[in-house]
């Protein structure tokens, strides 16, 4: 009896049965810890470029250059690289760039600040009060099926052609991104973190402060990120129907003389707006949400 009792003990784990598996071995494994580093390095944003999301756009430009210098691009269908940049020099030289930029900026922001009140209002409404979810979310999920382009014939037909129809439309394109994300963030709070602020005895203001408001960040920083790409969609569109100003009246007005160069140099605009306000979204969303421990973070 005293060998075998020796033998066990010689032998270890592997003599008394087969090694654990799951959450138990990874913890008790080098090799385990050490993929599940590696996974959040190559997936976390901490230890990447300062400018690695340039590298696609970069690559993308050089093709293009590639192309156009080879002759395997015809110059009647898209204009090469030089001569963009060569025509966005004579449109800054004469001003009608900036003019142009400053008005579709202008539209943008305006459709965007309104959509953006207006869908956490109505997401608010809806997500603290049965009675709000009652009378708000059936309409905005009918919106939401309806595109805000699909309105034009209408909204024009109540408000005309002019700035208010264009903001208008921008707006609500912006309103159903930002209601649905705010909305679904505020229905999925954990009920446990209701029953402590119950168990704590907080107000309601202290109840909104320190609950709803954390837990609903995520969601509207995700809709609002979605209402600055739909903002600058709508206002392509909209500019371009009875426009008499704005980046994509330039690009109408360059379609009808076949000015590819000047098109390309109007949707690099759109394309530069649209990358800019993403990567300020993404930075104030890092600094506001700094307190949660995501893979990402």
Avoid: C
């Amino acid at each position: 009896m005293t060998e075998v009792l020796e033998n066990t003990r010689l032998q270890g784990p592997a003599a008394t049965g087969p090694e654990p598996s799951g959450p138990a071995a990874a913890r008790r494994s080098p090799t385990a810890r050490t993929a599940v580093r590696g996974t959040r390095r190559r997936l976390g944003p901490g230890r990447a470029l300062p400018f690695g999301r340039l590298i696609g756009p970069v690559l993308v430009v050089a093709v293009w250059w590639a192309a156009s210098a080879s002759g395997h691009l015809d110059p009647r269908i898209l204009s090469g690289p030089g001569v963009v940049a060569a025509t966005a020099g004579d449109l800054i030289a004469d001003g009608r760039l900036q003019d142009h930029v400053l008005i579709s900026l202008q539209r943008a922001g305006l459709g965007l600040f309104f959509g953006v009140v207006a869908g956490a209002a109505l997401a608010v409404l809806a997500g603290l009060s049965r009675t709000g979810e009652y009378l708000v979310d059936g309409p905005l999920q009918i919106k939401r099926a309806i595109p805000a382009l699909a309105m034009l014939p209408l909204l024009i037909l109540w408000l005309g052609i002019g700035e208010q129809m264009k903001v208008t439309v921008i707006a609500l394109g912006v309103a159903v991104s930002m209601y649905v994300n705010t909305y679904a963030a505020l229905t999925a709070i954990d009920s446990r973190y209701v029953e402590l602020a119950e168990g704590l005895d907080l107000s309601r203001a202290q109840f909104i402060r320190k609950v709803v408001v954390p837990g609903s960040l995520p969601g509207f920083f995700v809709g609002l990120r979605l209402g600055v790409t739909a903002s600058w969609l709508g206002l392509i569109v909209v500019e371009q129907i009875n426009a008499t100003s704005g980046i994509g009246y330039m690009m109408f007005q360059a379609q009808q003389y076949a000015q590819s160069d000047v098109i390309i140099v109007g949707l690099v605009a759109y394309g530069t707006f649209g990358y800019v306000s993403d990567a300020a979204v993404r930075t104030i969303e890092r600094k506001v949400l700094s307190w949660r421990r995501t893979l990402a973070g």
